[in-house]
Each structure stands twice: as structure tokens, then as C-alpha cells.
């Protein structure tokens, strides 16, 4: 299956998705994947095919909201936590993340017409060397586009990502590149590795769980969250349709707690850049 589908909504999900976008639509819309092995299971299926119908659906989805015009989608891919389950299943799970970026590398024509940048966020160190690689050449030929950006969270959980820019920031303040002046909630949002997307609009979970599962839990503060009981392989246009007209109701009662963001430094801005640029070409130094 393709990364980008072509558009499979009816004349009337079309119809029903133009008049959405008379609306606010999201920009940053982010899902929580779930309910693969329970549709495995479902449908007396092995968990491997329940993973590949789940990808199936991701390039699905992504073509509904290049259709509404969302500018920037992050999916949960593979939490850290993923490695406490059987070595049978991780393995499925690896070997499938390669079949899709090496896929992904033969359609860099078909990415790059529709201006479609990959970012690969989360603890990448900790995943096979081959996948790595793959990561990273993905990424690099994808790095020029800025039309869309799909965020993809692989090897990550939200506290993994937090220790992460905690220790970046404590580094950055013996080596005296950062004063402790310079300590503020902005300087933590930009060690983030999700830096420099902004935060979600939207939080869509699918499978009827009601829980972040470690998942964008700094940047999710002021997002609207969705659930649904859906499966994440059985998600339709239509239940996508719901989760941005819930938004539209709501969007309204969040924006006033949404802080306006101060200025760093120009210490800070650099040691944020160096940190940003040093993660970057140490994955495209493997590419």
C-alpha cells in the first residue's frame, strides 16, 4: 500500500467535507492508533495483518486530511512501551516499518509532488541500525518539502521525549551555552523533539481507550481530544468527519488558555538551533 492513497471518499464524504471546511479546520492533527491487535483478533487474523491493515488505514487517513487541508498530522507509531511485548511481534513490527519506508524511498517522486516532508521523532538510537538508516534516508529526501508535514512517533513515549530535553537543557547550562535566566516553559517546548511543529489541535484516539498512553502529554495540554470506540483499521472518512466537527464546537473554549510565547535569547536561540541541527545530522550523516 502506497503513503498516499489516492482519494477513496464518496461524492458524498466529499460533499460533507467541503462544507467542513467553511469551519476552523486544525491545522496539527495528531492520532492515537489503536486497536490493531483487537481487530486481529476480531477477525481471526494473525496480529502482523491486523499491524498492516493499520498502516493501510494511516495512508488512507492521510489523504483525507490532505483533502481538508491540514497542514500538519503526527501519528503514535511505536511506543517505547511496544518493547515489553513478544519478540515475535516486535520483530513483525520492524520488519513491516522497513517494508513501508523502503516503499516510502520508491515513491520520493509521488511525496515530493504533494510537498510531503517525513519527520521520524522519538528515541531512534534504540531501534535496529538497518531501520535507522532507512529513517534517515527518508527524512533527508523528504527534508525540502513544506506543504505538509507528517510527524511519525516511532521509539517514543512523552516522558522518554521529556527526560530527553531536560537533559539536553541541564547540559547546555554547565557548558554555558544557556543561562539559568534562560530557563522557561519556551526553551523546554524547543528541546522537544517534536520542535518545531506546534502543538496539536486535535488528539484523535481510536478503540474506545481514554488515555494519552505517554503520548505528546506536554504539547497535548491545550489540544481538544477525541475518542472513539472505532478501531483504528475500521476508522472511516465518516468518524474523521465527526472528530472535525467536535473540534469546530469546541475549538472555541480552549483558545483562552492557550499562553502567548515569549521571546528566547539570542544564547538560547543558538543553543536551540545547535541541539535541533545536531540531532538532524547525526540521522542524515547515516543516510
Wanted: with cysteine; charged share 25%.
Amino acid at each position: 500500500m502506497s503513503w498516499i492513497r489516492d482519494n477513496s471518499m464518496t461524492w458524498m464524504q466529499r460533499l460533507c467535507a467541503q462544507v467542513l471546511t467553511y469551519g476552523e479546520i486544525p491545522k496539527h492533527v495528531a492520532f492515537i492508533m489503536d486497536g490493531n491487535r483487537r481487530y486481529a483478533k476480531k477477525n481471526c487474523v494473525a496480529k502482523k495483518e491486523g499491524h498492516v491493515k493499520g498502516f493501510d488505514k494511516l495512508a488512507e487517513t492521510l489523504q483525507w486530511c490532505l483533502h481538508l487541508g491540514i497542514k500538519e498530522v503526527t501519528v503514535y507509531a511505536f511506543s517505547l512501551d511496544n518493547f515489553k511485548r513478544t519478540q515475535e511481534e516486535i520483530d513483525a513490527l520492524f520488519d513491516l516499518a522497513r517494508e513501508k519506508f523502503k516503499r516510502l524511498l520508491e515513491e520520493k517522486d509521488k511525496l515530493n509532488e504533494h510537498g510531503v516532508c517525513i519527520n521520524v521523532i522519538g528515541n531512534i538510537k534504540k531501534l535496529p541500525e538497518d531501520l535507522v538508516k532507512l529513517i534517515a534516508e527518508s527524512m533527508y529526501i523528504t527534508k525540502q518539502n513544506n506543504k505538509t508535514y507528517l510527524n511519525v512517533a516511532f521509539s517514543y513515549t512523552g516522558h522518554d521525549e521529556l527526560t530527553n530535553a531536560f537533559n539536553q537543557i541541564s547540559n547546555g547550562i554547565k557548558n554555558n551555552d544557556l543561562e539559568e535566566s534562560d530557563l522557561s516553559v519556551e526553551i523546554l517546548d524547543n528541546c522537544m523533539y517534536t520542535y518545531p511543529s506546534p502543538p496539536p489541535d486535535l488528539l484523535i484516539r481510536t478503540s474506545g481507550e481514554t488515555r494519552l498512553s505517554d503520548f505528546m502529554l506536554w504539547q497535548c495540554a491545550y489540544s481538544y481530544i477525541y475518542f472513539t470506540s472505532v478501531l483504528w483499521p475500521e476508522f472511516t472518512a465518516w468518524d474523521f468527519m465527526i472528530a472535525i466537527f467536535m473540534y469546530q464546537r469546541n475549538f472555541r473554549a480552549i483558545i483562552p488558555f492557550k499562553l502567548p510565547t515569549k521571546k528566547l535569547s539570542s544564547k538560547a536561540e543558538k543553543f536551540v538551533e545547535n541541539v535541533q541541527q545536531n540531532r538532524l545530522n547525526s540521522l542524515y550523516a547515516i543516510a
